[in-house]
């Protein structure tokens, strides 16, 4: 079978879209969200569940699973030699549980198509990184650039990735988050990222939920196969 991602900025409607599909889409299906928030996570390692864990004990705020910030928001540690190793050591060891979890996921990406199951994704790595791991320029950390090698030599592509588009006026007014301006920027990204994936379209997302779930249904049956073997319970 095929994955479909759904990438776009908050308030563009993939998760709402991507459940919808799942249930209506006329042929076995299951929704995996590809992206960082733990809160929206339906899979997840338990590694990144410890961290996550460790994090909210610490009092940090959750990802929000959209794109990362631009690198130098968050400024260069400083301080002392070992405390500069400590954070390279902690940059390490949150990259090394990143790709853990993208491959986990990928994974049963093969394993849902491998058994005639249309996957639906919810958000898609490659994009929701691709302004500043990949084409992040000489400004990217180490970790970062290896991070956006990765993505881009190694990780598989979905069959068809769909950004929802819609002006960032419209995307605040659905979800009050974030400002015009980041929205904006966040738009600019994933059609930049566009350029570099294999197949890729633009839906009309300022449309109703269930104009946007019947133009996607019409299109995921006609890339789809002959219907495969049911999806295990």
């Not at 563009?12 to 042929?27: C, D, F, H, Q």
């Not at 929000?64 to 390490?92: F, I, T, W």
């Not at 839906?203 to 109703?208: I, K, L, M």
Request: with cysteine.
């Amino acid at each position: 079978m095929i994955a479909v991602a759904l990438i776009g900025p908050d308030g563009s409607g993939k998760t709402t879209i991507a459940r919808r599909l799942e249930r209506e889409v006329g042929l076995p299906a299951r929704y995996v969200y590809m992206g960082v928030s733990p809160d929206a996570s339906n899979r997840m390692l338990p590694t990144t569940r410890a961290l996550r864990a460790l994090a909210n004990a610490r009092g940090r705020k959750a990802d929000a699973g959209g794109p990362p910030p631009p690198p130098g928001d968050a400024g260069r540690p400083g301080g002392s030699a070992g405390r500069r190793l400590l954070a390279g050591v902690k940059r390490l060891l949150r990259l090394v549980n990143l790709l853990a979890e993208e491959w986990y996921r990928q994974t049963l990406v093969w394993y849902y198509k491998s058994r005639g199951v249309v996957v639906i994704l919810d958000r898609h790595w490659f994009a929701d990184y691709h302004a500043h791991d990949i084409a992040g320029g000489t400004g990217r950390s180490l970790d970062r650039r290896i991070h956006g090698f990765l993505l881009s030599r190694l990780y598989p592509q979905p069959d068809l990735v769909v950004f929802l588009d819609a002006p960032p006026e419209v995307l605040l007014a659905r979800k009050g988050e974030g400002t015009i301006d980041d929205l904006a920027r966040r738009r600019e990204d994933y059609l930049r990222a566009g350029t570099s994936i294999a197949h890729f379209t633009v839906v009309d997302a300022t449309r109703s939920a269930d104009e946007v779930t019947r133009e996607l249904v019409g299109l995921i049956r006609r890339l789809a196969p002959c219907r495969g073997p049911e999806a295990a319970a």
